[in-house]
C-alpha cells in the first residue's frame, strides 16, 4: 500500500507499494517493425490507427527525435485487453495514392485515422493533403473517425491556439462542404510533447475504437454517485490512456494530476519496490495508492486489473466512508471483470475464424493462394 499526503510542493510518503509496471509513452510507441506494402495484416483482429502528416514520422519525431523512414511502420499495441490496437505511421514522403500502392487495403479496416498539422508551419498544403485523404478513406471506409492533432502548440498563446485550431477547422470543413461531404465528421486536437495533451487526445481517439465503452461509462457512473465521488478515471497504466471516465467533464488539470500520481507511484515503486526474484511482479490486488491535496480533496487509485487502475477524486469528508468506498469498488471490478471475459471470447472466436479464412487460402505445401 502507498499513502502520501500532498502539502504545497512536497509530497509525503507514509506507506509503500508493491512495484507497477510502467513504461511512458515512448517505450509503448518507441519501436515499429518496418512494413513494405506487399506484408499482409496481422491475422489477429485488432483495430488499426493510422498515423499521417506531411513531414517526419509522426511516431519517431514525437518518441525517439530519429530520422524519419521511407517505409511504414507498424506498432501492436497489446498492453491490455482494452487498449489493443496496432498503430501504422507513414512518413510523410510516401504517397500512397501512387499507382503501384494498394490505398484501399490500407484504409479497409481501418479504425482511426490521425492526420498530423504542424500548427507553427504554413498549412495550406497539410490542409490539401488532409482533404485528398480524408475524401479517399471516406469512399473505401465510411466508418473510420477522422482526428486532426494541431500539433507543437507549446509554442503558442492560448488565444493563438484558440485562432489557429478554429481557422484550421473552418478551412478544413469548408473544403469537405465544398465537395459535398459535410456528412464527414472531423475531430480536432491540440497537442504538444511537452504535456499531457497528446495523451489526452490519444485516450480520446482509442476510446472510440473500444465497443464497451458505453458500458464502461455507466459502471463508473454507478460506482461514483453510489461512493461519494466526485470522478473516475480507468487508466491504462502502461500507456497513461484513460479508457473510460464517468460522464461529468473532464479538465486538463485533473488529467495531468492522474498522470503526475501514476508517475509517483511508479518512481517511489521503483526505488522502494520487491527486488531479487519478487522484482517481475509489477503489481497486485492489493496494490493502491492514497494523495491527499491540499484543497481538501483525496485522489485514490486502486488496481483494477493487470494493466488497469482506477483513479479517483473526492472530499476528505467522503473518504471517511472508506469501508462503503471499497465495497462499492468490489462490486465494480467483478463487473469489469465480466465485461473482460465476454470481450476475450469474441476476441478468441474472431481470430479463429480469421486464422481458418487465411488457412483456405493457403495449399498444403505453403504456397498462398488468391481466390477469385
Known amino acids: 500500500m502507498l499513502s502520501s499526503r500532498h502539502t504545497g510542493n512536497t509530497i509525503q510518503t507514509e506507506g509503500i ?4 509496471l510502467f ?19 496481422s491475422s489477429e483482429v485488432k483495430p488499426r490507427i493510422l498515423l499521417m502528416g506531411l513531414r517526419r514520422s509522426f511516431i519517431v519525431y514525437l518518441c525517439n527525435n530519429q530520422e524519419s523512414t521511407n517505409k511504414i511502420c507498424r506498432e501492436d499495441v497489446s498492453n491490455s485487453s482494452f487498449v489493443s490496437f496496432q498503430i501504422w505511421d507513414f512518413p510523410g514522403q510516401i504517397d500512397f495514392f501512387d499507382p503501384t500502392f494498394d490505398y484501399e487495403m490500407i484504409f479497409r479496416g481501418t479504425g482511426a485515422l490521425i492526420f498530423v498539422i504542424d500548427s507553427q508551419d504554413d498549412y495550406v498544403e497539410a490542409l490539401s493533403r488532409l482533404h485528398l485523404t480524408v475524401t479517399r478513406a471516406y469512399k473505401v471506409n465510411p466508418d473510420i473517425n477522422f482526428e486532426v492533432f494541431i500539433h ?3 509554442g503558442l498563446s492560448d488565444d493563438h491556439k484558440i485562432e489557429k ?6 478551412r478544413a470543413n469548408d473544403d469537405l462542404a465544398d465537395a459535398g461531404l459535410e456528412r464527414i465528421h472531423l475531430s480536432f486536437y491540440l497537442t504538444s510533447i511537452y504535456d499531457h495533451s497528446i495523451f489526452e487526445a490519444f485516450s480520446k481517439v482509442v476510446q472510440k475504437l473500444i465497443p464497451q465503452l458505453p458500458t464502461l461509462e455507466n459502471l463508473l457512473n454507478i460506482f461514483i454517485s453510489n461512493s461519494g465521488i466526485e470522478k473516475a478515471f480507468l487508466f491504462d497504466v502502461v500507456s497513461k490512456i484513460y479508457i473510460a471516465t464517468d460522464s461529468s467533464p473532464v479538465d ?10 501514476i508517475d509517483v507511484v511508479i518512481d517511489i515503486s521503483c526505488i522502494y519496490g520487491l527486488t531479487g526474484d519478487e522484482a517481475g511482479t509489477p503489481y497486485d490486488k492489493e496494490s493502491m495508492a492514497i494523495i491527499h491535496l491540499n484543497n481538501t480533496t483525496v485522489m ?17 469528508e467522503s473518504f471517511e466512508r472508506k469501508g462503503l468506498i471499497d465495497y462499492n469498488f468490489h462490486c465494480f471490478k467483478k463487473a469489469i471483470e465480466e465485461v473482460f471475459d465476454v470481450r476475450l471470447k469474441v476476441q478468441r472466436s474472431r481470430k479463429l475464424l480469421s486464422q481458418r ?6 495449399v498444403p505445401n505453403g504456397t498462398q493462394v488468391h481466390p477469385h
Not at 165 to 170: A, G, P, T, V
Open 300 to 316: 485514490y487509485l486502486k488496481e483494477v486489473t493487470k494493466f488497469l487502475a482506477l483513479v479517483c477524486f473526492l472530499r476528505e
Open 17 to 20: 507499494s508493491k512495484p507497477f
Open 152 to 154: 507543437k502548440v507549446d
Open 165 to 170: 485550431q478554429r481557422d484550421i477547422h473552418k
Open 357 to 362: 479464412r487465411w488457412s483456405r487460402q493457403t
Open 23 to 41: 513504461y511512458t509513452f515512448v517505450s509503448v510507441f518507441g519501436c515499429c517493425t518496418v512494413l513494405g506494402f506487399s506484408d499482409p495484416f
Open 252 to 261: 486538463m488539470q485533473t488529467y495531468e494530476l492522474c498522470c503526475d500520481m
